[in-house]
């Protein structure tokens, strides 16, 4: 009666065990859709700037003959954005390209004329309303892979996340140097 009775609970313990495994399985699924959707928010920001760089570089290069390389250095980061294959590549590209965003105001600065321009004002709007999106989205993604990345490392589920194959999301962060203002040498006007 005994091994009866340790082999019921034996049996009640492994039910227990795949119930719970079915449980966390379909928790870091859930989470980790979760992460993809918030990726995907920040790509669709990212997108969003990277449709109005353009219209802001054609903007500026009528007023800024002088200032060809800060020109090429937008259109640079974007087309490496645009060729990200994955999401530390696109971290990298929009990092860059933020970089060289900030250089071209700086040299917009330089500029009154275009900077009482209506439809460069209207540029200038949509990209901060931009730039405020993707900061929220950025911040959202970042709080979404810290709960998933939490959770695959937590017992028991990190014994779920390990035979399922769950791996670690990158956090969004901001390249080395990015607090600093950016430097730029306008040369002498020609």
Do not use: C
Request: hydrophobic residues 40%; positive net charge.
């Amino acid at each position: 009666m005994k091994g009866k009775g340790f082999a019921i609970g034996l049996v009640a313990l492994l039910v227990l065990a795949v119930i719970g495994g079915f449980g966390s399985y379909n928790g870091l699924v859930s989470m980790e859709e979760n992460v993809n959707k918030k990726w995907s928010d920040v790509d669709s920001q990212l997108q969003r700037r990277m449709d109005l760089i353009p219209n802001l570089v054609e903007s500026v290069k009528g007023y800024s003959i002088h200032e060809k390389d800060v020109i090429k250095s937008v259109t640079d980061a974007r087309a490496k954005l645009a060729g990200a294959k994955n999401v530390d590549d696109q971290i990298a590209g929009q990092n860059e390209l933020s970089g060289a965003l900030s250089r071209l105001l700086v040299v917009v600065e330089n500029y009154p004329n275009l900077k009482a321009d209506a439809t460069f004002r209207n540029l200038m709007d949509e990209l901060a309303g931009t730039e405020n999106r993707l900061n929220i989205a950025r911040m959202d993604y970042n709080q979404a892979v810290q709960q998933f990345d939490q959770s695959i490392r937590k017992f028991p589920t990190v014994i779920f996340a390990r035979i399922f194959g769950f791996d670690a999301k990158p956090y969004f962060q901001a390249d080395k140097g990015a607090g600093e203002a950016p430097k730029v040498n306008f040369g002498t006007a020609k």
